[in-house]
C-alpha cells in the first residue's frame, strides 16, 4: 500500500530523480568555477497533467511571484534586470553583476568596485533609461529576446511565440509549433567579442501538442541544477502551458519536461538529502484570470494559487557558471 501510495503523487517523480542522480550520477567539473562539481545523469523525463493539479513542488517550499515574475519578463521579451529588481525578483543578478564585475576590473583598477548588493540597489533607484541601467542591466540575448525577438542575418526579428500562437488556433495539428532557444550566432564560442549570451540557453527548445482539445508542451532542457532550478523550470513551464491553452482556446494538457545533462552541485548535496526525508503533499490549484486572452496582458494578479501547504524552504547558493 505504501509503494502505491508514491505513485499516487507525482512530486515522486522529482524525488526518485533526485535518487537517481545520487545513485547513479558521475562527478564532473563545473566549467569556470573549480572550486564545485557536479554529480550528474544524462537523459530523463518527467510528466505532470495539469487537470490533476499545478506542479508546485511540496516538499521545499517554491518561490512562486518569482517565478511568475520572470515568466512575464520573458513573454515581454525583456533582457535588463531591471524590471525583476524593480519587483524583488532576483533570479538573475549574479549573471548581471559578473559581467559588470569582470569589465570593471579590466577597465580601472582604481574606479570603486561596488558590491553586488550595491550593484542590484543602484539599478533599482535609477530610472530604466539610465545608462547605467541600460549598459550593466542588460543580459543580451537570453530567453525572452529569442522567443520574442529572435535576429535574423537580414536584420528582421521574428516573434516566435506570436507564430505558434497563431498556428495553435489555425492549424494546431501540425508537429512543427516549437520555440527555440539555442541561437549559435550568440554562444560563446560562436559570438563576437561581447555578443555572447549571459550563458547558453538551458532550456534550448519547447513545443506544443494539440490532442481531444488539450495542449501539451515539452521542454528539452539541455543542462539542469536539480535542487535550485528544476523546481522553478517545473512550475514556470507549468504555468506557461496554462497561459497559452487559454489564449489559444483549448484546455491544458501535460507538461513534459526533458533533460540532457541533470545534476546535482556539491553544495546542495546536504540541502538534497535534507529534501528527499520529506513526504510530499497533494498539488495546489492555479486559478488564472479567465477574461486574459493575450499572452502580452498577463499580470502577476491574474494568478491565484490555492491550497498550496508546503514544507519550509531549504536555501542554497546559485553557482554562477559559464563564459571563458
Given at each position: 500500500?505504501?509503494?502505491?501510495?508514491?505513485?499516487?503523487?507525482?512530486?515522486?517523480?522529482?524525488?526518485?530523480?533526485?535518487?537517481?542522480?545520487?545513485?547513479?550520477?558521475?562527478?564532473?567539473?563545473?566549467?569556470?568555477?573549480?572550486?564545485?562539481?557536479?554529480?550528474?545523469?544524462?537523459?530523463?523525463?518527467i510528466r505532470f497533467d495539469l487537470s490533476k493539479g499545478f506542479p508546485l513542488l511540496t516538499t521545499k517550499k517554491v518561490f512562486l511571484r518569482g517565478i511568475i515574475h520572470e515568466l512575464l519578463w520573458f513573454l515581454k521579451g525583456d533582457s535588463n534586470i531591471k524590471y525583476l529588481?524593480?519587483?524583488?525578483?532576483?533570479?538573475?543578478?549574479?549573471?548581471?553583476?559578473?559581467?559588470?564585475?569582470?569589465?570593471?576590473?579590466?577597465?580601472?583598477?582604481?574606479?570603486?568596485?561596488?558590491?553586488?548588493?550595491?550593484?542590484?540597489?543602484?539599478?533599482?533607484?535609477?530610472?530604466?533609461?539610465?545608462?547605467?541601467?541600460?549598459?550593466?542591466?542588460?543580459?543580451?540575448?537570453?530567453?525572452?529576446?529569442?522567443?520574442?525577438?529572435?535576429?535574423?542575418?537580414?536584420?528582421?526579428?521574428?516573434?516566435?511565440?506570436?507564430?505558434?500562437?497563431?498556428e495553435l488556433k489555425t492549424t494546431p495539428f501540425r508537429k512543427s509549433i516549437l520555440v527555440s532557444a539555442w541561437n549559435p550566432e550568440f554562444?560563446?564560442?560562436?559570438?563576437?567579442?561581447?555578443?555572447?549570451?549571459?550563458?547558453?540557453?538551458?532550456?534550448?527548445?519547447?513545443?506544443?501538442?494539440?490532442?481531444?482539445?488539450?495542449?501539451?508542451?515539452?521542454?528539452?532542457?539541455?543542462?539542469?541544477?536539480?535542487?535550485?532550478?528544476?523546481?522553478?523550470?517545473?512550475?514556470?513551464?507549468?504555468?506557461?502551458?496554462?497561459?497559452?491553452?487559454?489564449?489559444?482556446?483549448?484546455?491544458?494538457?501535460?507538461?513534459?519536461?526533458?533533460?540532457?545533462?541533470?545534476?546535482?552541485?556539491?553544495?546542495?548535496?546536504?540541502?538534497?538529502?535534507?529534501?528527499?526525508?520529506?513526504?510530499?503533499?497533494?498539488?495546489?490549484?492555479?486559478?488564472?484570470?479567465?477574461?486574459?486572452?493575450?499572452?502580452?496582458?498577463?499580470?502577476?494578479?491574474?494568478?491565484?494559487?490555492?491550497?498550496?501547504?508546503?514544507?519550509?524552504?531549504?536555501?542554497?547558493?546559485?553557482?554562477?557558471?559559464?563564459?571563458?
Amino acid at each position: 500500500m505504501k509503494k502505491n501510495s508514491k505513485f499516487k503523487n507525482p512530486e515522486y517523480q522529482y524525488l526518485n530523480l533526485l535518487k537517481d542522480i545520487l545513485k547513479n550520477g558521475v562527478n564532473k567539473p563545473v566549467f569556470n568555477n573549480p572550486g564545485v562539481y557536479i554529480r550528474s545523469v544524462f537523459g530523463r523525463q518527467i510528466r505532470f497533467d495539469l487537470s490533476k493539479g499545478f506542479p508546485l513542488l511540496t516538499t521545499k517550499k517554491v518561490f512562486l511571484r518569482g517565478i511568475i515574475h520572470e515568466l512575464l519578463w520573458f513573454l515581454k521579451g525583456d533582457s535588463n534586470i531591471k524590471y525583476l529588481v524593480d519587483h524583488d525578483v532576483h533570479i538573475w543578478d549574479e549573471w548581471a553583476y559578473k559581467a559588470y564585475k569582470s569589465q570593471r576590473v579590466k577597465e580601472s583598477k582604481s574606479q570603486k568596485l561596488l558590491t553586488q548588493e550595491e550593484f542590484i540597489q543602484k539599478i533599482k533607484d535609477l530610472l530604466k533609461d539610465h545608462p547605467f541601467v541600460k549598459k550593466w542591466g542588460d543580459l543580451g540575448n537570453v530567453y525572452g529576446v529569442q522567443w520574442r525577438k529572435w535576429k535574423t542575418s537580414d536584420k528582421r526579428l521574428i516573434d516566435q511565440l506570436a507564430w505558434v500562437i497563431k498556428e495553435l488556433k489555425t492549424t494546431p495539428f501540425r508537429k512543427s509549433i516549437l520555440v527555440s532557444a539555442w541561437n549559435p550566432e550568440f554562444i560563446y564560442e560562436m559570438a563576437l567579442p561581447g555578443k555572447s549570451m549571459a550563458l547558453p540557453p538551458c532550456h534550448t527548445l519547447f513545443q506544443f501538442n494539440v490532442n481531444n482539445g488539450r495542449l501539451s508542451l515539452q521542454l528539452y532542457q539541455r543542462s539542469a541544477d536539480s535542487f535550485l532550478g528544476v523546481p522553478f523550470n517545473i512550475a514556470s513551464y507549468a504555468l506557461f502551458t496554462m497561459m497559452m491553452a487559454q489564449v489559444v482556446g483549448l484546455k491544458p494538457g501535460e507538461f513534459v519536461h526533458t533533460f540532457g545533462d541533470i545534476h546535482i552541485y556539491s553544495n546542495h548535496m546536504v540541502q538534497v538529502k535534507e529534501q528527499l526525508k520529506r513526504t510530499p503533499r497533494p498539488f495546489p490549484k492555479m486559478k488564472i484570470n479567465p477574461k486574459v486572452k493575450n499572452i502580452d496582458d498577463f499580470k502577476l494578479e491574474d494568478f491565484e494559487l490555492v491550497g498550496y501547504k508546503p514544507h519550509p524552504p531549504i536555501k542554497g547558493e546559485v553557482t554562477v557558471v559559464g563564459g571563458f
